[in-house]
């Protein structure tokens, strides 16, 4: 079964310090991963996915095959970083996305 | 920038009543999704449409549930008897292609079901 796990709830960072946000995922073949930020009152979007391999807004991912995991990293946070980060994974499933449960990062002066 | 349109915001209904979520994709978009969030738990898959048919479900998605898109602009999600545990923000989305490698989905605003 795919599943997605993302172990912190909550993740309070003072601004300029780094931010790495942990997601581990469970499935048999090939996944493409995504993470997807939800800003107070607005909709989810996506941040970035991983065979884009692109920096958005200086966050980064890289996928570990080895590991099962696909962390989110940003060297310096900034106030506007404070959101839920949704960790996502499409397997097989025709269009489906799995999500993990979510991190909220706070992100303090 | 085009973006997927949710309405209502907010419905409250009693138990066993219909309702009647209603979403507005991106126009070009041809793939089309229905997801819920019950209150603090994660965002769950219920089901995906395309050329007019049910690509996949969930176990979720079951008889109460129905999906259809009545016209080239609306995509529903029809509640036919409507349960307390269906209290949950509901989010549509769309995507240009899909299949096995799901291209990006776009996600509404949500739409807020309270069920009395």
């Known amino acids: 079964a795919q599943r997605v796990t993302q172990p912190e709830k909550l993740l309070s960072v003072f601004k300029g310090a780094p931010v790495e946000l942990k997601c581990n995922y469970s499935y048999s073949g090939s996944p493409e991963l995504f993470w997807y930020v939800q800003y107070s009152r607005q909709r989810l979007q996506l941040l970035l996915r991983?065979?884009s391999r692109e920096s958005i807004k200086g966050f980064t991912a890289d996928l570990n095959k080895g590991e099962t995991s696909f962390h989110l990293k940003k060297p310096f946070a900034q106030e506007e970083d404070s959101a839920m980060y949704y960790c996502a994974l499409s397997g097989y499933s025709w269009g489906k996305l799995q999500f993990g449960a979510g991190t909220q990062v706070v992100v303090t002066p | 920038e085009p973006e997927v349109t949710q309405t209502p915001s907010h419905q409250v209904t009693q138990m066993g009543q219909e309702v009647i979520l209603r979403c507005v994709p991106i126009?070009?978009?041809?793939?089309f999704y229905w997801y819920r969030q019950i209150l603090g738990q994660k965002v769950e898959f219920l089901v995906s449409?395309?050329?007019?048919?049910?690509?996949?479900k969930s176990e979720i998605f079951d008889d109460q549930f129905s999906v259809e898109r009545p016209d080239g602009s609306n995509f529903t999600l029809k509640i036919r008897s409507t349960k307390l545990e269906d209290s949950a923000m509901y989010f549509c989305?769309?995507?240009?292609?899909?299949?096995?490698?799901?291209?990006?989905?776009?996600f509404g605003p949500g739409t807020r079901l309270t069920v009395l």
């Open positions: 449409f395309y050329n007019n048919e049910i690509s996949e």
């Open positions: 126009s070009n978009h041809l793939y």
């Open positions: 991983h065979i």
């Open positions: 989305a769309s995507s240009a292609a899909g299949g096995p490698r799901t291209d990006t989905q776009y």
